[in-house]
């Protein structure tokens, strides 16, 4: 099963915009972490937020951890072509015996 | 190279024969994973081993499916009596032991397994 819900499924912006994505879980969670995917390759870790933790940058990358509305959001600043690929939210659940379960992913794409 | 390595990448094979695929993990990670993938979706659990334990197993693993890692190193994910609902990518990953929370994970390229 399927904890995550990103929001949206797929966007699509011009090179230098921001783009930002939403993650919806359901149970409590250790942390969140987000991962991207280039088509037909594995996934590449991009960071990780606790759950104590509220906001956290890495790079062009902002992420935000709400935990009282189960939700996240992941900010890419300043996009470039580059960043075209989908990303996932992960969570890590509480007393989930160690395994992360990933969301359905959103697809960005990022227009010259 | 350090990273996981997962062999092969691509199996075409015909309902109802067997595959298996090897997964090579960073060698310092003890943990290391098995996901499954279709097209449009994100990956699912399939199930993880810390060092040469299985410690779970989804609900998704039928009992076609079997995964080993018998020295704590590499492991295999072998698929009996394929099916065409088989077709997927699968997923192999590993990480550092982190206690309870599971941290970073490290992804292979994946095997594609197509079933005709």
């Keep these: 099963s399927q904890q995550g819900e990103e929001d949206p499924q797929a966007l699509s912006i011009q090179e230098g915009e921001n783009a930002t994505m939403n993650c919806s879980y359901k149970t409590s969670i250790n942390n969140l972490q987000w991962y991207r995917q280039n088509s ?5 870790h991009l960071i990780l937020i606790r759950s ?3 906001e956290k940058h890495s790079g062009r990358l902002r992420v935000t951890l709400d935990t009282s509305k189960k939700s996240s959001s992941l900010l890419i600043t300043a996009s470039r072509a580059a960043d075209t690929a989908s990303y996932f939210c992960a969570t890590g659940e509480t007393g989930a015996n160690s395994k992360l379960t990933f969301g359905k992913g959103i697809t960005l794409s990022v227009r010259p | 190279d350090t990273g996981v390595s997962q062999n092969p990448r691509h199996k075409i094979t015909k309902r109802g024969q067997n595959v298996t695929f090897r997964c090579d993990p960073i ?3 003890n943990r290391l994973y098995w996901y ?3 097209l449009g979706q994100g990956p699912e659990f399939l199930t993880y081993f810390q060092n040469e334990a299985q410690l779970e197993k989804s609900r998704l693993l039928s009992d076609r499916f079997s995964a080993e890692r018998p020295k704590g190193s590499f492991s295999t994910l072998e ?3 394929t099916e065409q609902g088989d077709s997927a ?3 192999c990953a590993s990480s550092r032991n982190q206690g309870t929370a599971t941290g970073e994970l490290f992804f292979g390229e994946g095997s594609r397994l197509t079933v005709l």
């Design chain 2, 27 to 29: 060698s310092e990670h």
């Design chain 2, 79 to 81: 698929i009996q009596r």
């Design chain 1, 52 to 54: 104590n933790e509220r």
């Design chain 1, 40 to 44: 037909g390759r594995g996934l590449v």
């Design chain 2, 89 to 91: 990518m699968y997923l």
């Design chain 2, 36 to 38: 499954r993938q279709t």
